[in-house]
């Protein structure tokens, strides 16, 4: 994998942790098949897009390295993708929504490294290489458009998710996977589809997260977003852009079309079928102008209680950050509040203090493995904030009354500074009580408080990366490994034969073979016949018009491939 990262200096960027997440792209698994679906698929698209589509799809897609005869080699599209000042990597199927944004952050695309079945050609549940490539890429060449896409990754990396969030994620996951395996039974995918609408079912008695909110602006817009006006929009939705069922279905006037706006953040979205309806933006400004306006409500932007309730919500890693710089990392578990205002906040587990995002030292899990509390509020009559060596001395007892009505007493034994400020105050002795309740025995040893007032940023990940072990993430379904019967073999063989023609024109007369081989058993393998007929139309008139006939009489018998095949046909 070295060569690869080499091949774009926004893969030497990407942290750590979010390697987990990287497979091989493996080119040598695509079948003849694959690159028959690809092809066609892109040959529909540079047929019928161009009229919808905002922008110059061809123009797009060459920036992108992308070309309509064979599946994008990552390799190769990554040294074409850092001129436009991006780059893509391959994952397996969808990945935690907190990685996919952190990925973008860092202007890399994550590309599913398999391709869609024949038989889930126009649209399918799962991530495809189709889908990222040939949707995402073209669009993102446009500057306005490529700053949105990254800005929603910082964004959006800053998203509290619930524990409800990744139970939908890992069975939309799941669902996806089996609709897209080849040999799923319908009582799998039936069964999967139903823990989908139960965890949906129970989303709907929660409030929406961050994450949630988001991921839905996220769907209306680099997904399924329309720009310009209600009556005329173009595409420049991935989701829309790759699906060339859904490109011609959204623009007819059975899908409402609705002014992008942030109400969107709270319409949910259904990824197993078409959608119902979709947004339009005037133009890419409103976009950015949009996700600014959902941001500057987050809990990274705000703080305060509402951010600390997400934090516990979340029930997993997070960083609360005070005004003067001071971070706390852990596993938020208890808030004490009077009147809606925090009054005092605790950790549970391994917890570590940062300043400004870098980690203190004597301040690591190691020495606070087993939680951290701290006040917020202001003390009374006292600026601690501004708190300096001339204030305070070391060996004095003091006793700070907080206006929440908070008491902390103890002696002072040492302080973390920042020049002459004092951000940290060291205790021995300490006790903190909130009336009857005492929140710090001084039996518990030293005592660190945080010489600040307000909670100003709450996100969901710590401070310092380093401060914490790397976490491997588990899902609870893998991919689907094909393994073809020797008569998906066979039917591979006939399509590599023909590919090897169109590239190499070897024999010509051994189209005219595969074609009778294939009448002689009443083959309805329509896209391998689709492909004999493009090569022999300007060859071979007679193998052209058989051909041409077979797939409409398959086309007449076969309701389900009528329009693929005609389409076909049609842009021959």
Not at 210 to 217: G, T
Not at 311 to 334: D, L, P
Not at 478 to 486: D, G, L, M, P
């Amino acid at each position: 994998m070295d060569n690869f990262f080499s091949s774009n200096v926004h893969l030497q960027k990407l942290p750590n942790h979010l390697l987990q997440y990287i497979v091989d792209q493996d080119y040598s698994k695509y079948t003849s098949v694959d690159q028959a679906v690809w092809r066609y698929v892109m040959k529909k698209n540079l047929d019928y897009l161009p009229k919808v589509i905002f922008g110059d799809y061809l123009q797009g897609l060459n920036k992108a390295g992308i070309t309509i005869e064979k599946i994008p080699d990552l390799y190769g599209m990554n040294r074409i993708l850092q001129d436009v000042g991006w780059a893509a990597v391959c994952v397996d199927g969808f990945i935690p929504p907190q990685a996919f944004m952190e990925f973008q952050a860092y202007k890399v695309l994550v590309i599913a490294a398999e391709i869609r079945q024949l038989k889930h050609l126009e649209y399918t549940p799962a991530p495809d290489i189709l889908h990222e490539a040939a949707g995402h890429a073209p669009i993102i060449p446009d500057e306005k458009y490529s700053r949105y896409l990254q800005l929603f990754g910082e964004i959006g990396s800053n998203a509290f998710s619930s524990s409800t969030d990744l139970d939908l994620f890992e069975s939309i996951r799941t669902l996806s996977i089996l609709k897209e395996a080849p040999n799923s039974s319908s009582l799998e995918i039936e069964k999967a589809q139903k823990e989908v609408e139960r965890i949906q079912k129970k989303a709907q008695n929660e409030e929406l997260s961050e994450m949630s909110k988001i991921r839905n602006l996220h769907w209306w817009t680099v997904e399924y977003g329309l720009i310009g006006s209600l009556e005329k929009p173009k595409i420049y939705g991935a989701g829309l852009l790759s699906s060339i069922g859904e490109s011609e279905w959204c623009m007819s006037s059975a899908v409402k079309k609705i002014l992008y706006n942030i109400n969107a953040s709270v319409v949910n979205f259904d990824i197993t079928k078409p959608q119902p309806q979709l947004f339009v933006t005037p133009d890419f400004d409103h976009l950015i102008n949009v996700l600014e306006e959902f941001a500057s409500e987050m809990a990274y932007k705000k703080g305060g209680i509402d951010g600390l309730r997400k934090a516990i919500s979340s029930n997993s890693i997070s960083t609360i950050q005070y005004e003067n710089g001071i971070q706390i990392s852990g596993v938020f578990t208890e808030l004490v509040s009077k009147n809606n205002d925090l009054v005092y906040i605790k950790t549970n587990g391994p917890t570590a203090l940062s300043y400004l995002n870098k980690e203190l030292k004597n301040h690591s899990t190691k020495n606070h493995p087993e939680g951290f509390g701290a006040p917020v509020g202001k003390i009374k009559n006292f600026n601690i904030s501004s708190l300096s060596i001339d204030v305070l001395r070391k060996g004095s007892y003091v006793t700070f009354e907080y206006e929440s009505g908070l008491l902390l007493s103890g002696k002072v034994v040492d302080f973390v500074l920042n020049n002459d400020k004092i951000l940290i105050v060291t205790f021995m002795d300490c006790e903190i009580k909130y009336y009857d309740q005492i929140l710090y025995d001084k039996s518990w040893g030293i005592y660190d408080l945080i010489c600040a007032e307000n909670i100003i940023s709450c996100f969901p990940k710590a401070a310092d990366k380093k401060s914490f072990p790397p976490k491997t993430y588990m899902y609870k379904s893998e991919t689907i490994k094909v393994n073809y019967s020797q008569k998906e073999k066979d039917i591979h063989s006939l399509y590599k034969e023909v590919r090897d023609y169109r590239e190499n024109q070897p024999d010509f007369n051994r189209l005219r073979v595969i074609f009778d081989s294939l009448i002689q058993k009443s083959s309805s393998e329509w896209l391998i016949i689709l492909e004999i007929a493009q090569l022999a139309q300007k060859l071979d008139n007679k193998l052209f018009i058989d051909a041409k006939n077979y797939l409409i009489d398959l086309s007449n018998n076969n309701p389900n491939n009528k329009k693929l095949i005609l389409d076909g046909l049609r842009i021959l």
